[in-house]
């Protein structure tokens, strides 16, 4: 169940630039035109193999939730 709209909003928008930088190299051909689509799964390029980059976006998706829901529910003004 999603808490916050604020780290909703923040997963959507890093799982949309990735989606981007994944499908980019599909229209230019050079050498390094994937390379946003990797740098998006960091840090976890090095601990998974390269056929489990999505892994490693699950993951950072997973903690970019949990910090925006943490810092929003910190400043949100009501009582728990």
């Known amino acids: 169940?999603?808490?916050?709209?604020?780290?909703?909003?923040?997963?959507?928008?890093?799982?949309?630039?990735?989606?981007?930088?994944?499908i980019y190299p599909w229209f230019d051909r050079r050498i390094f035109s994937g390379l946003a689509a990797v740098l998006l799964a960091w840090p976890w390029v090095d601990y998974f193999p390269s056929s489990a980059l999505l892994v490693g976006v699950a993951l950072n998706a997973v903690i970019i939730y949990a910090v925006l829901a943490s810092i929003s529910r910190a400043f949100r003004r009501e009582p728990w």
């Open 1 to 22: 169940m999603m808490w916050s709209r604020t780290a909703a909003l923040g997963v959507g928008l890093y799982l949309l630039a990735f989606l981007s930088a994944a």
